[in-house]
């Protein structure tokens, strides 16, 4: 795997420097970029797309729980580890699935737990299969018509593997390794998919069931779901995945 790119946004100097000191020591991460409040933040998310991005709470222009809102609607697999000195905002920090939340003055060791952990989720991608989810639940004779600026594409809806956010604008994924983008939004198309088959595991992603090949933890409060026919993973909060195994006990 490339290196793991990684954007830090503090309006501190202080605590950039330190956090730059640390990811300088640590092996397979390289800073891409430094902000020093929410707008320029969110001007390096879009123009690098950081595997990782380390923000502070409490920023300039925008703060970091609006950042977390924002980077989620442009790219949720992107890793948001928050670092400040306000324990208060740790409930809405993991509203937007913070990987992790650390308190100001934090120890080198802790950081660097957090490292590790993001290191070997982004390097193995290994899992353990979901006990009890059968491989074929239902299926659909539905098609789905979508609207897209180049006119209307009709797709199987057991062709469709992965719905999800992305750069603003909902995209699907199928089998045949198709992307189609919508301007429809996560929950008007979910309206049009058959609910037997697909689920929304997460603010971002709507899932095809029969799909799922693992799901392993992902941070403390949500889990990565691997399907088959694409490398592209789906987040799924703790919530949804104890909905998930309650349907196929």
């Known amino acids: 795997m490339e290196n793991i790119r990684v954007v830090i946004a503090d309006d501190d100097e202080g605590m950039r420097l330190i956090e730059r000191k640390i990811l300088e020591r640590t092996e397979r991460f390289t800073l891409i970029g430094e902000a020093r409040d929410g707008n320029e933040l969110m001007e390096l998310v879009e123009s690098l797309h950081p595997h990782v991005v380390f923000l502070d709470v409490e920023m300039p ?10 980077i989620q609607d442009m790219d949720p697999s992107i890793i948001m580890i928050f670092a400040t000195a306000h324990d208060q905002y740790m409930g809405d920090a993991f509203e937007v699935y913070a990987f992790d939340y650390l308190i100001k ?3 080198m060791e802790r950081i660097t737990q957090t490292l590790s952990k993001i290191r070997d989720r982004l390097e193995r ?19 789905l018509m979508l609207r897209h600026k180049d006119g209307v594409s009709f797709i199987d809806m057991n062709e469709i593997l992965l719905v999800q956010r992305e750069d603003r604008s909902t995209v699907i994924y199928t089998t045949d390794e ?13 309206a049009r998919l058959d609910p037997a088959i697909f689920f929304r595991c997460h603010k971002s992603y709507i899932i095809n069931l029969n ?20 490398k592209r993973d789906a987040l799924i909060t703790h919530e949804k995945y104890e909905e998930l195994e309650q349907m196929f006990s």
């Open 105 to 107: 003055p934090f120890k």
């Open 61 to 70: 222009g925008k703060t970091g729980v609006e950042c977390g809102r924002l």
């Open 178 to 190: 198709g992307r189609y983008v919508t301007s429809d939004s996560l929950a008007e198309t979910e």
């Open 211 to 230: 799909r799922i090949t693992d799901i392993t933890p992902y941070g403390r409060w949500t889990y990565i779901v691997r399907l088959e026919g694409t």
């Open 125 to 143: 991608r290994q899992g353990t299969p979901l006990p009890g989810i059968p491989r074929q639940a239902r299926l659909s004779t539905g098609r």
